[in-house]
């Protein structure tokens, strides 16, 4: 696998909500940022689902320079209340879930070095924003990313846990949907990786309707290629599904 992904099963550390010093950035940090980016929305044009294509332009994304977070979120929380807040490191699930409910994602503000562009282990603001960030702009995905936070939030067994963990990286992190009859990608790991993108959308993968029960059942493994994603009809499955398995869990 060719990107990394914002773990929910990580160690924690203090004082890990910052600032971002947007000045600080350098011309060659900023260059890294442009090559990512113009690499990837070339490919995405034709691949990604309109809600994100929309979700970028809506929120400023731009190929001259990493965002600044502020202004970035000036434009997000009129549209749905979600805002990108700057984080040092990993969150403990506990604390990344709590963020999610409050329409908060944690956001790493550093980005990878020009001899690194093709692969880093660890998320960076390219894969945090340019990856998750625009879908955060529709109303319905936010909607199901809050539902989900405030539900993994309140887990109480580790089965329970493992269950959400497969539910968030089938849609939030590897999700793909059906839009104008021609399968799109959505998920972060698909939008900021050529690599996976590209799998997901070839014979190689094996393409399922999304199912509840399938998805909370079917194992992955985060250092390879996935050889088995899911398909939605629209966001307002994932928001379905999301209530369904808070009855669930509440039953």
Excluded at 54 to 66: F, N, R
Excluded at 223 to 236: A, G, M, R, T, Y
């Amino acid at each position: 696998m060719n990107t990394p992904v914002h773990s929910i099963a990580t160690h924690g550390a203090e004082n890990v909500f910052i600032s971002q010093d947007w000045s600080a950035y350098t011309a060659e940090q900023h260059r890294a940022w442009s090559i990512l980016y113009q690499r990837r929305i070339a490919a995405l044009r034709t691949v990604a689902c309109r809600r994100y294509l929309e979700g970028a332009q809506a929120i400023g994304l731009s190929p001259k320079q990493i965002p600044d977070l502020t202004e970035m979120n000036r434009r997000l929380q009129v549209r749905t209340g979600w805002s990108a807040v700057p984080v040092s490191g990993f969150l403990e699930p506990a604390d990344f879930f709590s963020c999610l409910a409050q329409r908060r994602f944690p956001t790493t503000i550093t980005i990878r070095a020009l001899d690194r562009l093709d692969y880093v282990p660890e998320p960076d603001i390219f894969h945090d924003v340019f990856g998750h960030v625009p879908l955060h702009a529709d109303p319905v995905f936010g909607d199901f990313l809050q539902r989900f936070g405030a539900i993994a939030a309140c887990s109480r067994t580790p089965e329970e846990r493992r269950r959400l963990t497969r539910l968030f990286w089938f849609t939030v992190e590897f999700g793909l949907i059906e839009e104008a009859g021609a399968v799109r990608v959505y998920g972060s790991g698909l939008i900021s990786s050529q690599a996976d993108c590209a799998n997901a959308l070839s014979p190689a993968c094996d393409l399922r309707p999304f199912r509840l029960d399938d998805v909370l059942e079917q194992e992955f493994t985060t250092d390879e290629l996935q050889n088995v994603l899911f398909v939605v009809s629209s966001f307002d499955q994932l928001f379905a599904a999301i209530q369904e398995l808070e009855a669930r869990m509440e039953g």
